[in-house]
């Protein structure tokens, strides 16, 4: 039911829960999943030197425009944009970041689905995850089955959209504060296993002696850079939502400095928990998109208790993976509570099924209905590629404009939070020249690769 005339939209109770819950939004299966195989693809140490330049050069001044963007106007994402500038085309740079964020929500719990039901499989004992299963063979039956795909998208979906329903305090920044130091737990454990297996030392070497001859090659660049923006979450207007909900007191270098520093160091800690059991048992660091799934395991399998580690595995990503889905949802839910005047229960419900009638296509993609289609391409990739190459690169580019041109440049130098005028000018030029072109590169080779 709705309720017209309620503001509903809440605040953070405190920094530190801010800071938690930035740091869930943040840290997803991006940081484990995907950094683990494209830091495989891409000669590893040498990929991550250029990876932590890309962080502090793009990531970190486009994190802190968000933020200051969503603070100094204390609205959703899309009017966040339209009070600092209502003139046209540049009020619409709000909805171009609730695009990517709505487009990945249509496949992001599709995948949270998938290790759920992994999470499922290895707290019953799975016959299928002992020695000697055919785990790619495996995991592409789990995926197909149109039933099984459904169930555990929309479970994820049901309970990120209750803890959403719950408000900022009570909902969102509660449960950051429970799941995130969990993770962490998790997170270390893992890594402390990893890093005892005769593997760890060719990891160790894999990661931080960088094979200098990869920087030669243009790939390495554009997939770092395109790593780092898919892993800080920046463009999806989540960060601006987030930060609409600051008191005007929170410094936000600070707390940008915290989200990406702590997501880069998540990232790097989870590299130490795969990459040891991958070569500990010979296996090849540039599997792919797989290596969670078909790859580990099969190493899980093979090791001495593995049944308990392959469980902690995917109860970290299913922490990983929640986290972000709670931060998907909580754009649209906001823009819902703002524009339409819904109360945020009735809100989140919306976006909720919303969002599950959006993932069918992604969820069953993989069975019946690519047979259906005749498709050569799964219906999730197609919407990933349009995501991550077309509507997130085209969001980052204006919002780098947006507060390197169109924001008053003395007004974006105070809402920022940084305090002297030769870091307030790098900010500055680098959203206006460094950080457009830079994803303008990934962008365009996001295209030539289709």
Known sequence: MTARGTDDRGQWKSSHGFVLAALGSAIGLGNIWRFSYVVGENGGGAFIVVYLAAVIALGLPVLIAELAIGQKTRA?????????????????????????????????????????????????????????????????????DPFHAVLWYGAVIAVAAAIVASGIERGIELASKVLMPLFVVLVVLLAGYGLSLPGASRAFRFLFSPNWIFLLEPRTYLAAIGQAFFSIGVAMAILVTYGSYLPNREKLPRAALAIASGDTLIALVAGMMIFPAVFSYDLDPAHGPTLAFAVLPEVFASMPGGRWIGLGFFLLLQVAALTSVMALLEVPVSLAVSKLRWRRPFSALVVAFAAFLMGLPAALGYGF??????????????????????????SGIAIALFAGWIWPTPDAMRSSGLTTMPIRQLWIWSLRVVVPGAIALVMIKGLLSV
């Open 76 to 144: 959703d994402a899309v009017a966040a944009f339209e009070r600092i500038s209502p003139a046209k085309p540049w009020r619409w740079t709000g909805w171009l970041g609730v695009t990517a964020g709505i487009a990945i929500l249509a496949y992001y719990p599709v995948i949270a689905g998938w290790v759920a039901q992994y999470l499922w499989f290895y707290a019953v004992g799975e016959p299928f995850l002992r020695p000697g299963s055919d785990f790619a063979a495996h995991f592409e039956a789990s995926i197909a």
């Open 369 to 394: 209905l690519r047979e259906i289609l005749s498709m050569s391409v799964p219906p999730l990739d197609l919407i990933d590629h349009f995501a991550s190459n077309i509507v997130l690169p085209l």
